[in-house]
């Protein structure tokens, strides 16, 4: 069990191919439900999501899946349609368990070893970095690698990316992620239950969603709003309840909006301790929502900023409750 890892990979494109999802045995997770738009498709894993665009592929999962291990397969499938990949970026927190992990999944170090094991050579502008590298037990792991011409290009991006972990859910919120026994609906049906029930769907309700349900417990959840994703992973167990959540907006947009979207999300967990990651070319986002955390309770205990490259500016900051709820 980890808080889920993130890889983004960009690729150049002299045409607009049919892009095919990565094959599942490569990383140990599967694809149990899907959705898609003109923009992108969205898969609901085993353990977690992967959203492919015509030009970008990101996924994010969690658990012992093996992540970095489609680094190699995707290039190569990358290679046969004449694409070159120009930007790769892999974020995560700190491992609940880290001596569960398989390799390359075992530090941070030797992630990025592999990682650049398995690049090309035209991506030169490279960095790693812990966030806040004094605090082990709740960092944020930032690795970002991008080529010449997309290094230049990064100024213009108006992307925001917003990543959250939430742990120590409230109890009552979390048990109704547990499946009824006897309970004979679908997977889907189950799943669409669970969102309407919890008041997920109000998060972001022009999103058109793909909802999944676990046994005997746990959900996910992919929503895509034009060329837009956020997704949703829940583990509703009392000892190490966990939600996260992940959405992507634009600064040309009403930031009150996604800020407000991300407010939303926490609100619906009432987690003890929330850590978010705000990745942008903005440095103001981040003012914005450590003033929405405050209604709900939660205090900023840590904060750290740094540059890259590939990013932006990525801004890390933890939140705990200011009363421990039972």
Known sequence: MSPPFSLSLSLSLPSTPNFSPIKPHAVNCTVVSAV?????????????SLFV???????????????LKSVRPLIHFADKLNL???????TR????????????????????????????????YRKAAVMPLKNPSCSWHVFTVTDQNHHRR??????????????????HLAHRFFKKIGDCKTRDLAGKEMTELTGIDDINPSAFICDFTFDPCGYSINGIDDDRYST????????????????VGSVYDDDID??????????????????????????????????AMEPLGLKCRTFA????????????????????RK
């Open 53 to 67: 665009y015509t030009n970008k592929i990101v996924i994010k999962t969690c658990g012992t899946t093996q992540l």
């Open 305 to 324: 900023m740094d540059e890259f490259p590939t990013a932006g500016s990525v801004v890390f900051e933890t939140f705990t409750a200011t009363t421990r």
């Open 84 to 90: 070159m990949l120009c930007e790769c970026r892999y």
């Open 154 to 171: 990064r100024s213009l991006n108006s992307d925001v990316t917003f990543e959250v972990c939430m742990t120590e859910l409230d109890r």
């Open 93 to 124: 927190g700190s491992f609940i368990f880290p001596k569960s992990q398989p390799f390359p999944h075992t530090n941070f170090k030797e992630e990025v070893i592999y990682i650049e094991e398995n690049l090309p050579n035209n991506l030169v």
């Open 36 to 48: 898609g738009n003109h923009f992108l498709d969205a898969y609901v894993l085993s353990e977690s």
């Open 232 to 247: 949703i992973h829940v583990t509703p167990e009392d000892s190490y309840s966990y939600a996260s959540f992940e959405c």
């Open 258 to 291: 996604i800020v407000e979207t991300l407010k939303k999300a926490v609100q619906v967990f009432k987690p003890v301790t929330v850590s978010i990651s705000m990745t942008s070319n903005s440095r103001e986002v981040w003012t914005k929502v450590t003033r």
